[in-house]
């Protein structure tokens, strides 16, 4: 499909379904592991979330704090995306979690704050 139909489809008012141009390299979707919810996990911080300004080389990759999957939400040939409950409000992929098992033991937390 071209371009300029696929504009005259959307004017119309007509769904379009697009094929990504990549691959996915997993399994996506219906067919993707689902994490359980309550499952604990960290999230993976964006430049200057933790501590603002530019990313440096010492910031923490990370989140500090623990974090418990709330909901997720699946559609077909797209990734699952997780919510958390108290997170961000935004939601993540699988590979922007960190599962923590229930064993670990956290650092004390003024490692965690500098």
């Known amino acids: 499909m071209s371009s300029n139909e696929a504009v005259k489809k959307a004017l119309k008012g007509k769904k379009i379904i697009a094929r990504p141009s990549v691959k996915h390299r997993r399994p996506v979707g219906y067919n993707e592991p689902l994490l359980p919810s309550y499952t604990e996990v960290r999230?993976?911080?964006?430049?200057?979330?933790?501590e603002?300004?530019?990313?440096?080389?010492?910031?923490?990759?990370?989140?500090?704090?623990v974090f418990t999957i709330?909901?997720?939400?699946?559609?077909?040939?797209q990734p699952i995306l997780y919510k958390l409950y108290n997170g961000p409000r935004r939601s993540f992929v699988r590979e922007e979690l960190q599962i923590v098992p229930?064993?670990?033991?956290?650092?004390?937390?003024?490692i965690l704050k500098h």
């Open 43 to 50: 999230h993976l911080l964006e430049p200057g979330e933790l």
């Open 52 to 65: 603002g300004g530019r990313k440096r080389a010492t910031d923490c990759n990370w989140s500090p704090k």
């Open 70 to 77: 709330d909901s997720y939400l699946i559609k077909e040939n």
């Open 102 to 110: 229930p064993d670990s033991v956290l650092p004390p937390k003024y």
